[in-house]
């Protein structure tokens, strides 16, 4: 299996991590299949795979299967007993998630406290907010961030779904506290290049900030598994184009209706008009004796690069196919052919 023992520093922080780690948001989910499609110990198996492989980075987040997914990373951890390094998140009030709870910046400490509880540990490694807080309130989450960071129960402090913008206003407020802003969490893969474009990109390469980037399979498609129509999408994940497509966090820069990204067809489910993609990664991959799924994953790693994937997987299987995305680079070549058949299918 390759070997994933080199580290990446998040952004400045002082949290080192994998070239890749794993999302665990189904950990848990009946919605994606826990207890039916898999099981506990499929999780636990995946799990001792990733620590032997040398991935210990995992990505969880407070509303993941209401807790349960931190619950069941807490359980592997004890029962395995080797070191790993936690990524949550929590959700301030926002137009995403207007919960009355949360209107206040000192909810962070209660909903810290509750995923400290649940993850049975005393400090986390990487704490995240999910989404923006209102603008009006940023300034004041990043205090009472700074001030988890001080009491000790936050080692870095990361962004999930921020424009450039808010990013660098958060980064600002943060460097006022003497702590470096680590990294932004963002949809990035083949199908949803946004970043290099809304200015995230380009931002984190100002900052020093690491990018982390969520779905890189887009749900699971861009392994290709899709193609041949034999196996269905899950309707949860058709759910969550289609949200996508509606572009509530201002990831695309585009000035589209919201009638008109309601009513077009989320480009994931356009199997058809992404053959020619799927064609090139698959010649690719036979090419250098890799799968589909590798390529793709190895495509958002580039040598000179800053951005750590975090696919998630389910099972022992899919844990080996995608550490093999790990320890080698495509040829510039390679990934310019992969670029151009990815702008001909849109
Ligand atoms: N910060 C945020 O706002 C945010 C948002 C979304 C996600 N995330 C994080 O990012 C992580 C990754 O995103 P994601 O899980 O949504 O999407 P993803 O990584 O693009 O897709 C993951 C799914 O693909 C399938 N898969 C994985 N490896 C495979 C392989 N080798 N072969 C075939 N199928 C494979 C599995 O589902 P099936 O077996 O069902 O096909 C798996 O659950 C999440 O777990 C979460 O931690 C963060």
Same mark, same amino acid.
């Given at each position: 299996m390759a070997n994933c023992s080199e580290k990446i520093r998040l952004g400045k922080s002082d949290v080192f991590v994998p070239p890749m780690g794993i999302g665990i948001i189904s950990w848990g989910s009946k919605h994606m299949g826990y207890g039916k499609s898999y099981s506990n110990d499929d999780i636990w198996q995946a799990y001792r795979t990733c620590l032997d492989a040398g991935l210990n980075f995992f990505d969880t987040a407070e509303m993941y299967a209401k807790g349960e997914s931190e619950r069941i990373l807490s359980e592997c951890q004890r029962k395995d007993g080797r070191p790993i390094i936690i990524s949550t998140k929590f959700a301030p009030h926002s137009l995403v998630t207007p919960s009355k709870e949360r209107k206040s910046p000192q909810s962070l400490m209660k909903a810290l406290d509750g995923s400290l509880k649940r993850l049975r540990i005393e400090c986390i490694d990487l704490y995240n907010f999910h989404v923006p807080p209102a603008e009006n309130m940023l300034d004041e989450y990043? +205090?009472?961030m700074a001030e988890a960071v001080r @009491?000790?129960?936050v080692r870095a402090v990361g962004l999930c779904n921020f424009t450039a913008t808010s990013m660098k206003w958060a980064h600002s407020r943060l460097t006022e506290h003497g702590i470096p802003l680590a990294s932004i969490m963002v949809g990035y893969n083949l199908l949803r290049r946004y970043p290099e474009t809304n200015g995230i990109l +380009?931002?984190? #390469?100002?900052? +020093?900030? !690491?990018?982390?980037?969520?779905?890189p399979f887009a749900e699971g498609?861009? !392994?290709g598994k899709y193609r041949s129509g034999g196996t269905k999408? /899950?309707?949860?994940?058709?759910?969550l184009f289609y949200l996508e497509q509606l572009d509530l966090l201002k990831e695309r820069g585009e000035s589209v209706s919201i009638l008109k990204r309601l009513f077009s067809k989320p480009r994931a489910l356009n199997l058809k008009k992404l053959e /020619?993609?799927?064609l090139t990664?698959?010649?690719? =991959?036979?090419? #250098?004796?890799k799968s589909i799924a590798q390529i793709a994953l190895n495509w958002l790693m580039p040598e000179d690069g800053n951005i750590i994937p975090i696919p998630g997987a389910k099972n022992v299987r899919q844990v080996k196919e995608n550490t093999g =995305? @790990?320890?080698?680079?495509? !040829?510039?070549?390679? #990934?310019m052919c992969i670029e151009k058949a990815e702008i001909a299918s849109r």
């Open positions: 990043m +205090d009472v @009491v000790g129960k +380009d931002a984190c #390469r100002e900052l +020093d900030v !690491t990018l982390i980037a969520f779905a498609v861009l !392994t999408i /899950p309707g949860i994940y058709r759910v /020619p993609l799927f990664l698959e010649e690719i =991959a036979k090419n #250098r004796g =995305a @790990v320890g080698w680079y495509l !040829t510039k070549e390679e #990934r």
